[in-house]
């Protein structure tokens, strides 16, 4: 069983930037595709972006071209690096694992708070 800590958001003004941080523990990453979500309040969970164990990355039309994913795998860690953020990006943002043969997410973390906001 994964477990997954998000860290790294925070309180930030339009057209700024933020780095999530997604560190993972009791297992290696390293075979799991990896996916970043955020809800809003009152609005449904997103998913906005997923990297593979091979490397390739996928983003919502919403985000492409402003957020990149990375991973690192010797840290057992996923980025997230948002730039250009909007208000409309301020929602509690979650990582989350799963494996490549599952079309659903298994492990989730607790999720970060992202407030974009002058």
């Known amino acids: 069983q994964v477990r997954i800590l998000e860290s790294g958001g925070g309180l930030v003004q339009p057209g700024g930037s933020l780095r999530l941080s997604c560190a993972a523990s009791?297992?290696?990453?390293?075979?799991?595709?990896m996916g970043w979500y955020r809800q809003a309040p009152g609005e449904q969970r997103e998913w906005i972006s997923a990297?593979?164990?091979?490397?390739?990355?996928n983003y919502a039309d919403s985000v492409k071209a402003r957020f990149a994913i990375s991973r690192d795998n010797a840290r057992n860690t996923v980025y997230l690096q948002m730039n250009d953020l909007k208000p409309e990006d301020t929602a509690v943002y979650y990582c989350?694992?799963?494996?490549?043969?599952?079309?659903?997410?298994?492990?989730w973390g607790q999720g970060t708070q992202v407030t974009v906001s002058s």
């Open positions: 990297i593979s164990s091979p490397g390739s990355k």
């Open positions: 009791g297992n290696n990453i390293s075979s799991l595709v």
């Open positions: 989350a694992t799963r494996r490549q043969t599952m079309a659903q997410y298994e492990c």
